[in-house]
């Protein structure tokens, strides 16, 4: 078998290609998700403890002496990351747990009632054993 056509033989596996769809589609709900918390989580978290902008966060380290610019540790896009992924596997596990419900097979219906001859047979050997 040829390169090639192993290739060809993996890349159109159904797994592979439900695996792209997926990178694909998370990739988009991933910058939903961002621009969600940038745009409206964070301002709104910041206003409710009192007006701070988490992206501006940072530590100053001190100055690099070559350029003399200050050296910061930028922890609020840390923050600000963190709950873009705590907000995305929040997502995630809902739609996981809806399809989940959705897969689970119906309850099982009650058996049917035995035909009426065979309740009859029932009795009547009920009948011969207290004899």
């Known amino acids: 078998m040829s390169l090639l ?3 060809k033989e993996f890349a159109m596996k159904g797994n592979v290609v439900d695996m792209a769809v997926g990178i694909v589609i998370g990739a988009a709900f991933g910058k ?8 409206i ?7 409710m403890i009192g007006g701070v902008d988490f992206s501006s966060l940072a530590i100053t ?3 690099n002496a070559a350029t ?6 930028g922890y609020g896009r840390f923050i600000q990351a963190l709950v873009d992924f705590l907000i995305v596997a929040a997502a995630i596990f809902m739609a996981l747990k809806a399809i989940n419900r959705l897969k689970r097979p119906a309850p099982a219906a009650a058996p049917p009632a035995p035909p009426a001859e065979v309740v009859l047979l ?10």
Not at 122 to 131: A, M, N, P, V
């Open 32 to 39: 939903i998700v961002s621009a969600f918390v940038d745009a």
């Open 68 to 73: 003399g610019e200050p050296v910061t540790v």
């Open 122 to 131: 029932g009795e009547i050997r009920d009948l011969l054993r207290q004899r």
């Open 41 to 47: 989580v964070m301002p709104a978290l910041g206003w």
């Open 61 to 63: 380290l001190g100055t």
């Open 5 to 7: 056509s192993e290739f």
